[in-house]
């Protein structure tokens, strides 16, 4: 890793860009953040404008992109990423997996770029195996609801791996699991904002179908440890970048209840169509490769955010 280097991260101004390009300009990288802001905002990069090595594109990354000048490091994590924002962007979200993989991976083949992919636990669909390895293949429904996000994630770290075997190029893919934090859009619908968003006003806590579906939720921080871990590294991946650490919907909901407010209802509302019923992610190979592990408890990692919440909203 090395200072004065240059990255260009497409999703700059998402919920996990924005916090990879607060780590490279604290690295004194020279940052070229690329974003459409389809579901990513101006607010999550405005602390960042003034600083000289970093510089904002307003470019749709699913369309090419002439890049001036070397790039070292070439990270594609444009694309919508909650379930309710892509099943809105449907198309946009299979062109950014699609063509945007594809525009991102020519510029580092171009450039000699490292390059890192975001791909997602998204590609184990709903898993029959648990906890999920990143040798298994998955259980994806390639035309349902949730199709356009899983099938262009998987189409994307294919494209990634055929551009690394056909032109030698040295690419990475992380496979990242449910990650909450500060940045996070409260409406985007899914389960971490949502229930802050109820506790701070007074709703009840939203449970869909019984509640017994499991999820893993890893703190931002933790996340961008293990991928940038992964960038500066000799693993290709793909590999898992989550919290093993995992609770049933209802058993999360119980939590903050218990922490936030012991009175809150919880109400239970229908599931979405090929909602996943366990999700975990097996971290022995990111423990063994990377020496990471996630290290903040869930119950500091909410409170954070809580506190983030109700500053910023
Ligand atoms: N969920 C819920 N209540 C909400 C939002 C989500 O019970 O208000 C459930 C959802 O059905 C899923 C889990 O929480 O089982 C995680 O959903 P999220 O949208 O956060 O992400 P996913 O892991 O499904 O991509």
């Known amino acids: 890793m090395v200072s004065g280097k240059t990255v260009l991260m497409t999703g700059a101004a998402g919920f996990l860009g924005s916090h990879l390009c607060d780590w490279f300009i604290d690295r004194k990288f020279q940052v070229m953040a690329v974003d459409n802001l389809l579901t990513g905002s101006k607010r999550n990069i405005a602390h960042l404008t003034k600083n000289k090595n970093f510089k904002f594109l307003n470019h749709n990354i699913s369309q090419p992109l002439k890049v001036i000048g070397p790039v070292d490091y070439v990270l594609h994590f444009a694309s919508p990423a909650s379930p309710v924002d892509y ?54 429904n390639p035309h349902g609801l ?60 939203t449970v ?37 650490r995992e609770f049933t919907i209802l058993e999360f909901a119980s939590l903050i209840k218990k922490l936030y407010n012991p009175k809150a209802k919880i109400v239970f509302k229908p599931l979405p169509q090929d909602d996943p019923k366990q999700r975990r992610p097996d971290i022995t190979l990111a423990r063994q490769k990377l020496g990471w592990e996630p290290k903040v408890p869930l119950e500091q990692g909410i409170k954070l955010t809580m506190d983030w919440f109700r500053n910023n909203i």
């Open 208 to 244: 869909y179908g019984n509640g017994k579906q499991t999820r893993s939720f890893c703190y931002v921080d933790d996340l961008i440890d293990g991928i940038t871990r992964l960038l500066f590294s000799n693993l290709p991946g793909p590999v898992n970048i989550g919290n093993p």
């Open 87 to 140: 099943m809105n962007h449907p198309i946009a979200t299979m062109e950014a997996g699609a063509y945007g993989t594809q525009n991102s991976l020519e510029i580092a083949k171009l450039k000699e770029s490292v390059f890192l992919l975001a791909s997602t636990s998204e590609v184990y669909g709903d898993p029959l195996v648990h906890p999920q390895k990143e040798d298994y293949w998955g259980n994806v």
């Open 146 to 205: 949730r199709s356009i996000y899983d099938e262009a994630k998987r189409f994307a770290e294919a494209m990634t791996f055929a551009y690394g075997r056909q032109y030698k190029m040295d690419v990475k893919i992380a496979r990242i699991f449910n990650t909450y934090g500060p940045r996070m859009q409260i409406k985007d619908g899914r389960v971490v904002p949502n229930f802050i968003d109820q506790i701070l006003h007074h709703r009840p806590l």
